[in-house]
Antibody, heavy 126, light 106 residues
Framework: EVQLVQSRAEVKKPGESLKISCKGSGYSFTNFWIGWVRQMPGKGLEWMGIIYPGDSDTRYSPSFQGQVTMSADKSISTAYLQWSSLKASDTAMYYC???????????????????WGQGTMVTVSS | DIQMTQSPSTLSASVGDRVTITCRASQTISTWLAWYQQKPGKAPKLLIYKASSLESGVPSRFTGSGSGTEFTLTISSLQPDDFATYYCQQYNSYWTFGQGTKVEIK
């Protein structure tokens, strides 16, 4: 079964650091981009960025550039999202999602997110 | 940045109703559009990709149409399992989601 399994919920204080994970299985992890999506309480979905585990090529949404760091360890089929100094406004559900192979022409590709993790709830409160 | 605008924000309907949700892009995105369904406390689920292609395992009562800047998701006969929030997403240039449409019981 193709799946992404995320790490458990976290409760942190402002200023603390955090790294959450997303482990893929049932497919070739290195060949598919992994995206991260934020959902603040009661709100919609926001794309944060994406990483290619094969070579750790990473693209960030301008809204999240400099606020988070994405990484991957292909040896254990795991992608990570980390914060160096959490704020209360980082309280949200965070999803990882696999970018499907989609359609490619030359060096450009277009695809949606076909497999999603179950989400990791991050609560930042003093 | 490409902005996505969905309408309506909330839709009240009954089982058996035909339901249509609209999504507009701030610039042309060809057919690089997906629709997702999200239920409370669950991850989003891909329903439609490339504007009108049905994801494997998704019931045929879901259909997507449109190109350019105007897109629709139609549920031909609403079922109890369909009460959820629906999001459109463009992937012409990176990824942007619409604000969501909540389909609730009338």
């Amino acid at each position: 079964e193709v799946q992404l399994v995320q790490s458990r919920a976290e409760v942190k204080k402002p200023g603390e650091s955090l790294k959450i994970s997303c482990k893929g299985s049932g497919y070739s992890f290195t060949n598919f981009w992994i995206g991260w999506v934020r959902q603040m309480p009661g709100k919609g979905l926001e794309w944060m960025g994406i990483i290619y585990p094969g070579d750790s090529d990473t693209r960030y949404s301008p809204s999240f550039q400099g606020q988070v760091t994405m990484s991957a360890d292909k040896s254990i089929s795991t992608a990570y999202l980390q914060w160096s100094s959490l704020k209360a406004s980082d309280t949200a559900m965070y999803y990882c999602a696999r970018r499907s192979l989609g359609y490619c022409s030359g060096t450009s590709c277009w695809s949606a997110f076909d497999i999603w993790g179950q989400g990791t709830m991050v609560t930042v409160s003093s | 940045d490409i902005q996505m605008t969905q309408s309506p924000s909330t839709l009240s309907a009954s089982v058996g109703d035909r339901v249509t949700i609209t999504c507009r892009a701030s610039q042309t995105i060809s057919t690089w559009l997906a629709w997702y369904q999200q239920k409370p406390g669950k991850a989003p689920k891909l329903l439609i990709y490339k504007a009108s292609s049905l994801e494997s395992g998704v019931p045929s009562r879901f259909t997507g149409s449109g190109s350019g800047t105007e897109f629709t998701l139609t549920i031909s006969s609403l079922q109890p399992d369909d009460f959820a929030t629906y999001y459109c997403q463009q992937y012409n240039s990176y990824w942007t989601f619409g604000q969501g449409t909540k389909v609730e019981i009338k």
